[in-house]
C-alpha cells in the first residue's frame, strides 16, 4: 500500500448572494424606497456553468460531496435518460483503479458498474490478479449516466463527467489506474489512437501509472486477444511489484 498524502476538506458552500440594504435615511424618506430583492439569488443550473468552474468546485471535494453531486448532476443531457447515477464501487484506498466506459441498462437499474456480463469477465480477470469488488480495486467509469440505447458517450458528456473522474482518482491516490477500452482509454489519455497502438507499455495520468488494455465487452467477442489483455494485466501486476 502506497503512502496517501493528507487531502484538503471540501471548501464551505458559498454563502447565498444577497441583495445590498437600502440605507436607513432612504427607509424612513416618504418617497418609496428601492425595490429589494427578497429571495437570494438562485445558483446557475449546472448545464451552464462552464466547465473549468465547475471543475474548480469538484477539485476539492470529499467523497461525500463528490457522490452527493454526481447524483443530482444535470450537465449534460444523460441526466434525462437515467434511472439513477452509477458512481463507483469498491475499496476507496485501493492499489487498483479499473476505469470503463458508461454505465449500462444493468448498471443504470443497479447502480453499480460492470454488473453484466462483461462484469462477470472482469471480476475474473481481477481474482487472477488476487484482488476483487471492494478488496483492494475500485471500480468507475468515464461517464456516471447510462447512454441511451448502450450508444457511444459524445465528446460534451465526458467533457462534462471527466472532473468527476479526476477526483476520485485524486481521493483514491491508486498506484495503478487500469483503463479498459477506447473511451476510457483515450479520455484519460487525450489520445486519439486505437488501443493497439497504446497498449504494451506504460502511460501516467495525473502521475499515476496507467496501462491500457480491452474492454471486457470487447473480449467477450474477440477471445483470441484474452491472451493480450492477460499481458496487460502482468503490465499492471509488475508496477505494484516493482
Ligand atoms: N461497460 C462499462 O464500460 N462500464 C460498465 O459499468 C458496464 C459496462
Redesign the pocket.
Known sequence: MGVRVFLPEAPAAPEPVEAPEAPEAQIEQAVPAPVRAERPVAPLPAAVIPIAARATGVDGMDWDALERTVSACTACKLCRGRTQT?FGVGDRQADWLVV?????EN?DLQGE????Q??KLLDNMLRSLGVARGRGVYIA?VLKCRPPGNRNPEPDEVAQCEPFLRRQVALIQPRIILA??RF?VQSLLQSSDPIGRLRGRLHQYNGVPLVVTY???YLLRNLPDKAKAWADLCLARSVLQG
Open positions: 452509477v470503463g466506459e458508461a454505465p449500462g448498471e458498474p460492470f454488473v453484466g462483461a462484469g467509469n479498459m477500452g476510457a474492454h471486457p465487452a
